[in-house]
């Protein structure tokens, strides 16, 4: 079993050329510095939450409408709500790979 570079810069206090190598051609295939990578956790935040719109239903309850004419907006920003929330979802889910790839880089 072989030691994470972690694990062998513990045991050694340094790295071996051919693990330096190695880290570096990481480091240049990917074309990200490591001291570039910003939080994932800051992108997060930027994603709508799943009520995001509520405050438009809200607003579409006090507006004086036909009863049709009130569903009928009802059920397009419900529909608006929706789609947004999976793209959203979507997001989160790349953004989770590319957290669990960055981890293997790291390492």
Same mark, same amino acid.
């Given at each position: =079993?072989?030691?994470?570079? !972690? !694990?062998?810069?513990?045991?050694?206090?340094?790295?071996?050329?051919?693990?330096?190598?190695? &880290?570096?051609?990481?480091?240049?295939?990917?074309?990200?510095?490591?001291? !570039?990578?910003?939080?994932?956790?800051?992108?997060?935040?930027?994603?709508?939450? %799943?009520?995001?719109?509520?405050?438009?239903?809200? =607003? &579409?309850?006090?507006?004086?409408?036909?009863?049709?004419?009130?569903?009928?907006?009802?059920?397009?920003?419900?529909?608006?709500?929706?789609?947004?929330?999976?793209?959203?979802?979507?997001? =989160?889910? %790349?953004?989770?790979?590319?957290?669990?790839?960055?981890?293997?880089?790291?390492?």
């Amino acid at each position: =079993m072989s030691l994470t570079n !972690e !694990e062998y810069f513990k045991l050694n206090g340094t790295l071996s050329n051919c693990r330096i190598e190695r &880290l570096l051609d990481i480091e240049h295939k990917s074309h990200v510095s490591t001291d !570039e990578i910003i939080s994932t956790g800051d992108i997060s935040a930027g994603f709508p939450v %799943e009520d995001c719109l509520s405050e438009i239903f809200d =607003m &579409l309850r006090k507006v004086k409408l036909t009863k049709k004419d009130h569903q009928l907006l009802v059920d397009l920003v419900d529909e608006i709500q929706t789609q947004l929330w999976q793209s959203a979802e979507y997001g =989160m889910s %790349e953004l989770k790979q590319l957290e669990i790839e960055l981890d293997k880089v790291r390492k």
